[in-house]
């Protein structure tokens, strides 16, 4: 009993000082004391909750009691946080959804596995014909597909080399086109001769991703200068970006270099980028190599989804659960500890809390992605493109929940295994690899069976 009070009392407190702004009065960054670039666990001063925010875990999960019934939260918010439910199976919807939401769930996820046809505006260009064809094994996941996205690094910086169809590739075109007596052959992308970036992008699974949806930016700020002044050897940056249906500066938390900043805003994206659908916050088709004299033979130039089937698709994220947790055993227990002392969880973090949501199952919710859906220097790790204000060594925080269930890691997909994913991390992750490198044999296997069982 004395567990779970201290855990709710603890997240109660991590969103006192995620929601009420309290650091705000602290001095700048460059007159704090610094913790040593090495801590794993810095400053002596680090508050007490942020430390609770960071590095437990396992107590709120193994209870599953942040009530505030629980703990001291009583004063500060009648709603409390609460922690999110999990299914039992991949690919289930979130638990006590009602019957309505039951039905958008399962609108949507027929949508997203739907194979889409020229007729319906699929192309000129596209890679898959089909959402689930990418993000499936199981639904909604990942089958290991990777994409190459290209540029060029010139005198003004990065080039998308957009006058080439840059900087994503589309690698699937709808062949022949008959247009009256003339005819023209759409032909896949290839990367340019002049590129001198060329990387891998693998797709990444959407469980729970409406959890991520439903965090405020204003929690993720706070995380990031929670981070600057008390993880600065590891501190995260936010990636602004702007919001397309309201010219809003959103925090970007979608993709690898969390470029997209909404759900919504993603499933257009990924209508039109992925399957060459054009859509309202996408209504350009994008020119084949970027040659736009060949969009002349577009067969389906006007507005290819009037924006119902992305609403769909975002209906089917939205409400995807969370991975359930893999399997718990005595060493992936300890290997939390050991999770938290190499410093793993400064990037990784494994507690988030969303804000108001108008699905119940979404609102207000603690739950456990471990990542701050923040920008680190990943030094030669990182894959060289510019997204936003990512620069080519930043890469997002990869979240570890539900790592049991995927083939490959690491944006390109380069590491079959979690310990080749942790050995390639550079940059503000060196410190981080080099402590996991010296671990011994058996702390090493409990890392790894923790790993497994987010
Ligand atoms: C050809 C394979 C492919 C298809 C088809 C595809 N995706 Fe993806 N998806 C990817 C890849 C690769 C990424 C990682 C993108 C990146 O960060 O550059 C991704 C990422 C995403 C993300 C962000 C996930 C995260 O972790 O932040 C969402 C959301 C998404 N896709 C939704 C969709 C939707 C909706 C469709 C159908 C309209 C779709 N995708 C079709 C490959 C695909
Ligand atoms: C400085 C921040 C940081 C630290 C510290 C860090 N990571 Fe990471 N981690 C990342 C980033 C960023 C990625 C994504 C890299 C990429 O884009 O390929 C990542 C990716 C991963 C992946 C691959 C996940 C996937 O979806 O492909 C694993 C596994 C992982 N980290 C485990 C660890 C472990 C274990 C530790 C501690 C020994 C650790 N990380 C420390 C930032 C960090």
Redesign the pocket.
Known sequence: MHTSRAAGGTLAMMAILLFSGCDSNRPAVSTAPQAQPDAAVPADDMPQEFKASIFMSADVERTGDVSPSAGASRSVDADGWREVGRSTRLGDPLPGLDAADLARFAEGRDE?EEIDTVKEGLGPLF??A??G???DAPRGGTTG?V?TRFGRVGPNGFDPMVEYGGSLIQDHAIGLVQVGDQHFIYVPETVPAAATVKTG????P?FG?GLVDAVDDATLLQLARLEARYLPATQGTPNLVTEISTGATRVGR????AQVPT?HQ??GD??LN??GITNPDFPEESAPQGDHAALAFNPFPTLNDDGGNVDK?FDF?RLLAPPPRGRRSFASEAGGAIFVASGCASCHTPNLVTGNSPVPALSRKVFHPYSDFLLHDMGALGDGIVQGQASGRQMRTAPLWGLSARPSFLHDGRARTPHAAILEHGGQGLTARNRYLRLRVYERYALLAYLKSL
Request: proline share 0%.
């Open positions: 997203f890679n898959e089909s959402c064809t990418c993000h597909r994409e992008r693998l797709t990444t959407l991703l979608f993709g690898w270099k759900l993603f499933s990924a209508y992925e399957m698709f994220m």
